[in-house]
């Protein structure tokens, strides 16, 4: 696949963002918006989030992220463009980072 009119990003969520479904909600919007990467939590209670696919689809999420799932408390997000990975497939929850 051509990376033409792709986007990747790399993203931090800071805030009350762990114990409130924030990780299968991430994998159930990416989903849904057609887009593939990863979520996972951190071990200083922020969520780490990787996710490529169409531009439009992908500011869509970090829209979405900025505010979260009901529970949520989101404080902040750090957003950085990432490099786009052609072996990516589907969007899943990783493990929790390791210490």
Not at 72 to 81: G, H, P, Y
Not at 89 to 98: I, R
């Amino acid at each position: 696949m051509s990376t033409v009119n792709q986007l990747a990003i790399h993203a931090r969520v800071v805030g009350r963002v762990q114990g409130v479904w924030f990780r299968q909600s991430t994998k159930e919007q990416a989903q849904a918006l057609g887009l593939s990467g990863w979520v996972r939590n951190l071990h200083n209670g922020d969520v780490e989030v990787w996710a490529q696919g169409a531009p439009q689809q992908v500011r869509h999420l970090e829209t979405w992220l900025a505010k979260g799932p009901e529970l949520a408390k989101v404080a902040e997000v750090q957003v950085v463009l990432a490099e786009w990975d052609p072996t990516c497939q589907g969007f899943v929850v990783l493990a929790d980072a390791q210490r």
